[in-house]
């Protein structure tokens, strides 16, 4: 039982490092705020969505319990309910050390995947398996994507038509003194260019203009914000489960203190090892403004909560990925090579959450 209870808290702190951070990655990415103000944000809203998951999510508790992938009496086997959650918890902490946004999904999937086959063999239902999990898991980074460019399409053109400008700037400093490369045609050119002193961090792009009396930037921000929380809140209502699922091997323990449990794991990771994948996330996949961000915190948020809602068991990192990518596409600033890293590291997790999961199956089996 205590053996069960402790690999499923090292699973969620696990998926804490390595997702707490990316319902806030546009916070941070657009310049909206500093790594720590959006740290702590995403703590918050993730441990609510936590909380209120064990009301709202019982299809994904049920799935990730491994129901109807292998027989009922295998998941009464505390063996079983370990390898998953040691084979998929070290797969996502190694992600997170080299800084690769991974799915946990993927890795819980591939663990079930890899200790159902060693224990049941022909036995597991492949089925359940394409039907329930790699469908959702495969379409889900593609509609993230086409959602995140057509929404951003519309909201710039209801900007445009509203009069809202964006207002750039042009940070003078002494690394980069680039007075020094423009003419005074260039001045004259641009009616929104602004000159000022500082770091290029403290000169973002900013929005002139008002939306129902209050300040374009102001609303936006705040707009954002909530976006970032919703994300956050929809990450923990759809992860918290899959967690929690596990611990339905342990019949004497009230799921609710469960999910208690692993609510508290999850935050832990997230505010101890979430730096890497965070800067991944927030600076290496594409450039963004305010606007963007929250563009894509928007579809992120939308798709995931629904998928919870619905049972679905969707990833959030597939997700939020794919509505970066479809930003960066549209404005020309993705980064493919991050890109692909990313994508071949989502190839690995599955395999290699398998094999782990087999061979601690077989250790524990055997010892």
């Not at 997170?96 to 995947?113: D, E, F, N, R, Y």
């Not at 495969?138 to 710039?156: H, K, N, R």
């Not at 914000?225 to 342990?250: C, E, H, Q, W």
């Not at 928007?298 to 997700?319: D, E, K, Q």
Request: contains cysteine.
């Amino acid at each position: 039982m205590y053996l069960i209870f402790i690999a499923a808290l090292f699973l969620a702190y696990s998926n804490g490092a390595n997702d707490n951070f990316k319902g806030v990655a546009t916070l941070f990415g657009s310049g909206t705020t500093g790594f720590k103000n959006a740290l702590n944000w995403a703590t918050i809203t993730t441990a609510a969505g936590s909380l209120v998951s064990i009301l709202f999510a019982s299809a994904l508790i049920k799935n990730f319990s491994g129901k109807g992938l292998v027989p009922d009496t295998l998941l009464a086997t505390p063996a079983f309910a370990i390898s998953v959650a040691l084979g998929a918890a070290f797969t996502i902490i190694i992600a997170t050390k080299i800084g690769m946004p991974v799915s946990t999904t993927h890795g819980i999937v591939g663990a079930l995947t890899g200790a159902g086959l060693i224990a049941v063999g022909t036995g597991f239902n492949f089925a359940k398996l394409g039907a329930t999990f790699f469908l959702p898991l495969i379409a889900s980074p593609f509609i993230a994507a086409l959602l995140s460019m057509l929404f951003y399409y519309v909201f710039t053109t209801v900007r445009k038509q509203s009069g809202i400008k964006k207002d750039s700037c042009i940070c003078v400093t002494e690394e980069q003194p680039v007075l020094a490369a423009l003419n005074q045609s260039a001045f004259e050119a641009s009616t929104t260019l602004k000159m000022q002193t500082g770091t290029s961090a403290s000169c973002t792009e900013q929005y002139a203009g008002t939306i129902v009396g209050l300040s374009a930037q102001k609303f936006l921000d705040t707009a954002h914000y909530i976006s970032a929380g919703a994300m956050g809140f929809a990450r923990g209502l759809n992860d918290t489960p899959k967690m929690v699922g596990l611990l339905l091997i342990v019949q004497s323990l009230d799921i609710r203190l469960g999910a208690i449990a692993i609510s508290v794991a999850i935050a832990c990771g997230g505010l101890f090892n979430a730096k890497k994948v965070g800067e991944t996330m927030s600076k290496k996949i594409t450039e963004m403004n305010s606007g963007q961000g929250f563009t894509a915190n928007f579809i992120t948020a939308a798709l995931v909560s629904t998928a919870s809602i619905n049972g679905l068991p969707v990833s959030t990192t597939h997700v939020s990925v794919g509505s970066l990518f479809g930003i960066g596409t549209i404005t020309k600033k993705a980064n493919i090579k991050v890109i692909s890293g990313i994508l071949l590291s989502w190839l690995l997790t599955l395999p290699v959450a398998a094999l782990l999961s087999a061979a601690i199956f077989i250790s524990i089996k055997n010892s």
